[in-house]
T-cell receptor, first 116, second 113 residues
Framework: EAQVTQNPRYLITVTGKKLTVTCSQNMNHEYMSWYRQDPGLGLRQIYYSMNVEVTDKGDVPEGYKVSRKEKRNFPLILESPSPNQTSLYFC????WGTGEVGTEAFFGQGTRLTVV | DQQVKQNSPSLSVQEGRISILNCDYTNSMFDYFLWYKKYPAEGPTFLISISSIKDKNEDGRFTVFLNKSAKHLSLHIVPSQPGDSAVYFCAASEGGGGQNFVFGPGTRLSVLP
């Protein structure tokens, strides 16, 4: 089954304690990205990756890091989490192309992070 | 300043009637638009898309209309069903699609039996 898998689904942590949210896709997609969803703001892109070892900042990258050492994995790293990073996070993957059929994003189930 | 706006946070519709969800955008470079549906505790799932060379795209009960001059698109669901109750996100990108989508804040649709 084609899917994007995120772990953990729920996480409560304390300010400053480094954490990693994992994301894996089994569709051989080139493009992967991370979003955060906040009330009234929709989904905002944090980082994206067009392929292995190619990453770039999205709209809200501050406080986050990513890596893309393998095509299927795209972990999100919070080196020193702060309460304003409390949010719902989604990983997504898609084919790299120029629109039309096949380039819609497939999303994971989400990770609800609370930083206290 | 949000480039993609969904001005109705919520919408309630009777089962069997038409649901119309609206989306406005400000960036004239956007040329590819998508709608996603999201149920609680799940990730968004792709629903339907349209490129700027078209003004309508239909898939079963779902139709998306694009008015480029007004920078407006809408999603029509006919007939609406209780299972359509979800949050709907409009998204846009430029450069023929790409993957750097800008999402709207979402509209929560409730279809009442």
């Amino acid at each position: 089954e084609a899917q994007v898998t995120q772990n953990p689904r729920y996480l409560i942590t304390v300010t400053g304690k480094k954490l990693t949210v994992t994301c894996s896709q089994n569709m051989n997609h080139e493009y992967m990205s991370w979003y955060r969803q906040d009330p009234g703001l929709g989904l905002r892109q944090i980082y994206y990756s067009m392929n292995v070892e190619v990453t770039d900042k999205g709209d809200v990258p501050e406080g986050y890091k990513v890596s893309r050492k393998e095509k299927r994995n795209f972990p999100l790293i919070l080196e020193s989490p702060s309460p304003n990073q409390t949010s719902l996070y989604f990983c997504a993957s898609s084919l790299w192309g120029t629109g039309e059929v096949g380039t819609e994003a497939f999303f994971g189930q989400g990770t609800r992070l609370t930083v206290v | 300043d949000q480039q993609v706006k969904q001005n109705s946070p919520s919408l309630s519709v009777q089962e069997g009637r038409i649901s119309i969800l609206n989306c406005d955008y400000t960036n004239s470079m956007f040329d590819y638009f998508l709608w996603y549906k999201k149920y609680p505790a799940e990730g968004p799932t792709f629903l339907i898309s349209i490129s700027s060379i078209k003004d309508k795209n239909e898939d079963g009960r779902f139709t998306v209309f694009l008015n480029k001059s007004a920078k407006h698109l809408s999603l029509h669901i006919v007939p609406s069903q209780p299972g359509d109750s979800a949050v709907y996100f409009c998204a846009a990108s430029e450069g023929g699609g790409g993957q750097n989508f800008v999402f709207g804040p979402g509209t929560r649709l409730s279809v009442l039996p």
